[in-house]
């Protein structure tokens, strides 16, 4: 298990991971970046620490563990914590968010990557990003790719040979 010594709080994803998921946003110049499940924020924190000058929204339902280890690290002003539950229906501020201007990445990392595709990718514009974490894991392609027609996979060959469960793709 890595530990982020910032936050003192696990890594959730594989080693390496964070270094190519930042790579690859940052060739793509996004405005905003929003991820869905803050978790206890390991995520939030290294996007904070690599993309100083955008804004990044995360998104988690109401969980004392959540509030309590967000409290404990001293996050800049560009992330925004938001709470609400992303699953039964589409949540108004996440809707809201993704209506802004500017170029958005959406990255689903929450506790139903499915469910969070179908409820929000449409409301991505073309020229956005959309990621997803425990792609072939928990996320079963044929479960997603009805909602996937206008979008079309970036770098995935990249993920695929380091052995990563994120994947990435533009909406056109
Ligand atoms: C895998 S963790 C997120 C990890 C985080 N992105 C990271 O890399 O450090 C998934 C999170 O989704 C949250 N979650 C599950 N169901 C949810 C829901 N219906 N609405 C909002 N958040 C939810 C869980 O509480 C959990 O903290």
Redesign the pocket.
């Known amino acids: 298990m890595t530990i982020c010594k910032e936050t003192n709080t696990e890594v959730?994803?594989e080693e390496g991971a964070i270094g190519t998921i930042c790579k690859v946003f940052r060739a793509f110049h996004p405005d905003i970046i929003i991820?869905l499940?803050?978790?206890?924020?390991?995520?939030t924190w290294m996007l904070a620490e690599e993309f100083k000058n955008i804004d990044i929204y995360t998104?988690?339902?109401n969980?004392p563990e959540?509030q309590l280890a967000i409290k404990r690290t001293n996050y800049p002003d560009n992330v925004h914590f938001c709470t609400?539950?992303?699953?039964?229906k589409p949540l108004n501020m996440l809707v809201a968010v993704l209506g802004l201007n500017g170029t958005k990445v959406l990255y689903c990392?929450?506790?139903?990557k499915t469910r969070e595709v179908e409820l929000y990718s449409k409301h991505l514009k073309a020229g956005d990003m959309l990621g997803i974490h425990d792609y072939l894991t928990e996320v079963v392609p044929k479960n997603i790719e009805k909602y996937l027609k206008a979008f079309y996979p970036v770098n995935h060959k990249l993920f695929e040979q380091r052995g990563l469960s994120t994947r990435l793709w533009l909406k056109e």
């Open positions: 959730i994803h991820e499940g803050t978790g206890l924020g390991t995520f998104f988690e339902k969980k959540y609400g539950d992303l699953l039964t990392d929450n506790g139903d």
